[in-house]
């Protein structure tokens, strides 16, 4: 009876030493950097670092656009006060009307028209 539990023994000894070593092959191909799983996260490891610098750049270019954008609307409205105020000084003109000096300015023009002598065409 003994010799079948020290045979039972080594035999279960050597299935686990087998299943060991068929478990270490499997977790070497899932961690290789070039086909498995490790090579994936490795990808996305990079990924993820270039878009964080990506992110980074675009708020940086943001916050410069939002600085640039204040600077307008600042400039914007000083303009649109100072509109309000030409539009208000102008209700303070007379309502006369303009008249141009002279008879000129009530004689109608029309066109003229002339015809070329052929001479002058030739040149």
């Given at each position: 009876m003994e010799f079948l539990?020290?045979?039972?023994?080594?035999?279960?000894?050597l299935g686990a030493g087998v299943y060991?070593?068929?478990?270490?092959?499997?977790?070497?191909r899932f961690n290789d950097l070039e086909k498995g799983?490790?090579?994936a996260v490795a990808v996305l490891s990079a990924q993820v670092d270039d878009l964080t610098r990506t992110?980074?750049?675009?708020?940086?270019?943001?916050?410069a656009s939002t600085?640039?954008?204040?600077g307008l609307t600042d400039?914007?409205?000083?303009?649109a006060q100072r509109l309000e105020l030409l539009v208000a000084s102008m209700h303070d003109?007379?309502?006369e009307p303009i008249r141009a000096a002279g008879p000129v300015a009530d004689a109608v023009v029309e066109p003229i028209?002339?015809?070329r002598v052929p001479e002058e065409r030739a040149q």
């Open positions: 539990a020290d045979v039972l023994l080594v035999g279960g000894a060991c070593y068929v478990l270490a092959r499997r977790l070497a799983v490790g090579g992110l980074e750049t675009a708020r940086v270019t943001a916050a600085g640039s954008l204040d400039r914007a409205e000083n303009v003109l007379p309502q028209f002339m015809r």
